[in-house]
């Protein structure tokens, strides 16, 4: 027999003083209620009631035994209320991991739309440009751009985001303006230490080449990148969520705009299926539907 069940139906019949009336409230026969009851005692060595054909009491050990297993199933009746809650309604902290470069009005936009929507979940969201252990570090959930997620995780495809090579004005004046991905050996890149773009393809009317970028300065950190640009060090490769805006500006200008370079696709990154809170799933429909 289950065990906690047991407990519950000893409680039941403390309470309402008889068997009978035990089993009509659990909805079970009163030969099982009894059963259950017996089932106490034989487990734990002693009798828990004293019986008659018209009164039940409690023993003196069934008197402490009430009382402790009563608190500890309003301690198990708490939780499973709790977690209920949190399973119907999305609510609790959601720790979050994504990349640096996800700064941006763009995502800002996302987030403060959930937030209004489902107020009761507070994301906890660490930018940063390093691959996160979701167990070990305790994250529900990670943000990542690759073209090769994790097969040992879950992965749900969000959007693409296209990286685009720009420069500042005035260091293109200086340097010239590459029209084709052969100009590019005159200048040197910015480039990022988190990933590999050491050597990229360029895919544009005339066909795709192979160009091997020259680093004239390595950084982890996108906003570094977009500082050093600006100040007309050389070019770079930028999501397209980061320059849209100093494009618009006129602050940077697209580099060979006829020419795409690589886009990677963001998955949604999470350790299990089955068991999903309410405040992933929603987290992860949202993005979906706002970056899809």
Not at 30 to 36: E, G, I, N, R
Not at 154 to 165: Q, S, Y
Request: aromatic share 8%.
């Amino acid at each position: 027999m289950d065990a906690l069940t047991s407990l519950r139906v000893f409680r039941e019949v403390v309470e309402a003083g008889s068997f009978v009336k035990a089993a009509e409230r659990l909805d079970i026969s009163t030969a099982m209620t009894s059963k259950h009851v017996a089932n106490l005692e034989r487990q734990l060595g002693v009798r828990l009631l004293n019986r008659t054909t018209r009164h039940l009491s409690l023993t003196e050990a069934g008197s402490v035994y009430f009382e402790q297993c009563s608190e500890a199933l309003d301690i198990l009746e708490a939780a499973e209320a709790a977690v209920g809650a949190q399973t119907a309604h999305p609510q609790g902290v959601l720790k979050v991991t994504a990349p640096g470069w996800f700064a941006t009005r763009k995502f800002a936009d996302i987030l403060v739309a959930y937030c209004e929507r489902y107020p009761e979940v507070l994301i906890d969201l660490r930018l940063e440009n390093r691959f996160v252990d979701l167990v070990e570090e305790g994250y529900d959930l990670a943000l990542r751009a690759t073209s090769e997620p994790s097969p040992s995780l879950i992965v749900r495809p969000l959007c693409k985001v296209p990286f685009i090579l720009t420069g500042e004005p005035a260091y293109l004046e200086r340097k010239g303006t590459p029209r084709r991905p052969d100009d590019l050996d005159r200048h040197r890149v910015i480039l990022p230490t988190y990933t590999n773009i050491e050597t990229v393809e360029l895919s544009g009317p005339d066909g795709t080449f192979t160009v091997k970028n020259q680093a004239v300065f390595k950084t982890n950190d996108t906003s570094m990148s977009l500082q050093l640009v600006r100040a007309g060090l050389g070019l770079a490769y930028f999501p397209e969520w980061i320059v849209a805006p100093e494009l618009a500006a006129g602050h940077l200008v697209r580099v060979l705009p006829d020419y795409a370079a690589f886009a990677p696709s963001v998955y949604a990154v999470y350790t299990s299926r089955k068991y999903m809170t309410t405040k992933v799933r929603t987290f992860i429909d949202f993005l979906s539907e706002s970056l899809g």
